[in-house]
């Protein structure tokens, strides 16, 4: 009866081991999104531009500085260096053809699912320290189903409200202009309102302000 009872429990460990391979397989996940850069984004330390109140930032994602990358999200990471709270009217991205100030079609931009979201940077779950220039703030918006293309520019631009909360409010800018992005910002108009046929309200001549990386996730 030995020779009987080797091959039985053989049996037994074969599909044990069988089993256990079958389930191992059956529950693998879908490897994670390797996280990229889609455009070169801030670099170095950053430098605060405050006072935020009743003005509209704008920063430029230019098509001619993305990098060979395809992606079906857009991310942005808005950057701050000063404030307790942000508190934001609303945002939204205009793209237009490369080149061109004319709007071809607009994207609103969300975090935490509004377009008009405030931002206590004094929570440390958003903030883990207070924002500076040795310690900004990075706030990740929402993902945007934007693919990004080299055949147009686009136009990420947000509208402070006029009150205190702003008023004391820090951007980060970088402390050098070794990036794709640029920017501008206008006060007292809110130029989030645009819509398709209208022209953007300005270029690109400084460096980003708030904007600090665009990635796929």
């Known amino acids: 009866m030995k020779p009987f009872y080797k091959i039985a429990t053989l049996t037994l460990m074969m599909c044990v081991v069988s089993g256990f391979a079958f389930s191992q397989s059956a529950v693998k996940q879908k490897p994670a999104t390797t996280t990229q850069n889609l455009v070169r984004g801030v670099i170095g ?20 500085g993305l990098f060979p990358i395809t992606s ?23 793209t237009t053809v490369r080149g061109s100030a004319v709007i071809t079609a607009v994207t609103p931009v969300t975090l935490g699912g509004v377009s008009n979201p405030s931002i206590i940077l004094s929570n440390t779950s958003v903030c883990p320290v207070a924002p500076s220039t040795t310690t900004p703030c990075i706030v990740r918006f929402d993902p945007t189903t934007i693919t990004l293309s080299p055949a147009n ?21 970088p402390g050098n202009l070794q990036s794709s992005l640029s920017g501008n910002y206008f006060g007292g108009t809110d130029y989030t309102r645009l819509t398709v046929g209208q022209s953007v309200p300005g270029t690109g001549d400084r460096g980003p302000v708030f904007l600090m990386y665009v990635m796929n996730d």
């Open 153 to 173: 520019d686009y136009y990420l631009m947000v509208f402070y409200t006029n009150d205190s909360n702003n008023s004391g409010l820090g951007a980060t800018q």
């Open 45 to 64: 330390p950053v430098g605060s531009n405050n006072s935020w109140a009743n003005y509209t930032v704008m920063n430029i994602i230019p098509g001619s």
């Open 72 to 94: 079906t999200t857009s991310v942005f990471y808005w950057g701050f260096t000063a404030g307790t709270e942000a508190d934001i009217a609303n945002m939204v991205v205009y």
